[in-house]
DNA sequence: CTTGAAATTGATAAACCGTATCAAAAAGAA
DNA sequence: TTCTTTTTGATACGGTTTATCAATTTCAAG
C-alpha cells in the first residue's frame, strides 16, 4: 500500500479530467518523485533503472512534465537541467542559488508572501502560485 | 560617438587587466546591448545580422560572456534559453502574470527587494540577481 | 470476462542551445 | 612595418529535452 495516498488522489483527479490513463509506470515514477525533494529526469532514470531496467528516459520526463500540469512538481531551469521540484514535501518555499557551486539553500519568509499579496491585490490580480529564485554566491564561493 | 561613454570604460578596464583587445565586434555588441534591459543571444544575433552581416553567433555568445566577466551583464536561465540582463539598466522590475489571458504586468517593490536581501544575509549569500514571478489571474479573467 | 478504441510506452531519431575547434584575419606593441 | 598574440566566423560537437512511431497497455463498453 503506498505511503502517498494523497498525492496520488491528485494525479488521478487530474487524470480523470484529461483523459488520460493510470499507468504502472506513471505510479512508480510519482512514488520515486514524492521521496525527493528536486530531482532531474536523468537521475531518477538511473535511481528507477534498478525497479525497473526498461522504464524508458523519454518517460521519465514526460510523467514529470505530467506531475507538473497536475501541481505536483514544479520545473525549475538551473544550469544546462531541468530540476522539478516536490510542491508536497515540504511545504511552500523559495529558493537561494549558488551560481557557484549550485548549492540550494531552500527558505519561507511570509512578509515577501504577505507584500506579494499586496501588489497582486493593488494589481487587481488574484495569485494562484508564484517563483522566487534568489541568485548569487554562497559564502564558500564568494572567497 | 557612442553614448555609452561610462560602459564602454568599464569594458576597455577588464580588456587591459586581461590581455584581451578591444574590437570592432565587441564594441558593436555592446553599443547594442546597452539598449536592451535583457536579451538572448539569438534575439541579439538577428538584431544585428543587419548592421553585420557577418557577424557570427559564436562572437555574440563569446562577447556576451565576456560582458559578465566585466561586471556588465548578468545571465539568467530562463524557459530554455539564457537572457543577458543589463545591469546597468535603471528601472529593475518583477512580474505578475495572468493565467487566463497572458497580460503581463511589471512592478517594482522595494520592501519585498530589500526582505529578499535580509533573507541571502542570513543565509551567508550575496545576491547577484533574482527572479520573482507571480502567476494568478486578472480581474477581468477572474470573472 | 472479452473486445476494441484510445492512450501509453520504449527505442531512438531529431531538435535545440551553447561550447570547442581551427584556419584565417585583426589588433596592437615594438 | 613587423611580428606575436588574440579574435573571429564557420561549423563540428556534446548534452539535454522533445518528436516519432510501432508495439503494448489501459479501461470502458458489451
Ligand atoms: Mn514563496
Ligand atoms: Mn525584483
Ligand atoms: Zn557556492
Ligand atoms: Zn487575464
Not at 504502472?24 to 533503472?49: G, N, P, S, V, W
Not at 544550469?79 to 516536490?86: C, L, R, S, W
Request: aromatic content about 6%; overall charge neutral.
Amino acid at each position: 500500500m503506498s505511503k502517498h495516498v494523497k498525492e496520488m488522489g491528485i494525479l488521478k483527479e487530474h487524470l480523470g479530467k484529461h483523459q488520460l490513463k493510470f499507468t504502472r509506470q506513471r505510479e512508480l515514477i510519482l512514488d520515486a518523485f514524492l521521496k525527493q525533494e528536486h530531482i532531474t529526469a536523468e537521475e531518477m532514470y538511473h535511481q528507477l533503472a534498478r525497479k525497473d531496467p526498461h522504464l524508458g528516459l523519454a518517460t521519465i520526463y514526460r510523467t514529470l512534465n505530467l506531475f507538473c500540469e497536475a501541481g505536483l512538481a514544479q520545473a525549475r531551469h538551473f544550469g544546462t537541467q531541468t530540476q522539478y521540484d516536490n510542491v508536497s514535501h515540504k511545504g511552500h518555499h523559495d529558493h537561494l542559488i549558488c551560481t557557484g557551486c549550485g548549492k540550494i539553500v531552500e527558505f519561507e519568509n511570509c512578509d515577501i508572501e504577505r507584500l506579494q499579496e499586496e501588489v497582486a491585490t493593488r494589481n487587481g490580480f488574484t495569485i494562484q502560485t508564484h517563483r522566487l529564485e534568489l541568485y548569487g554566491l554562497c559564502s564558500r564561493c564568494r572567497h
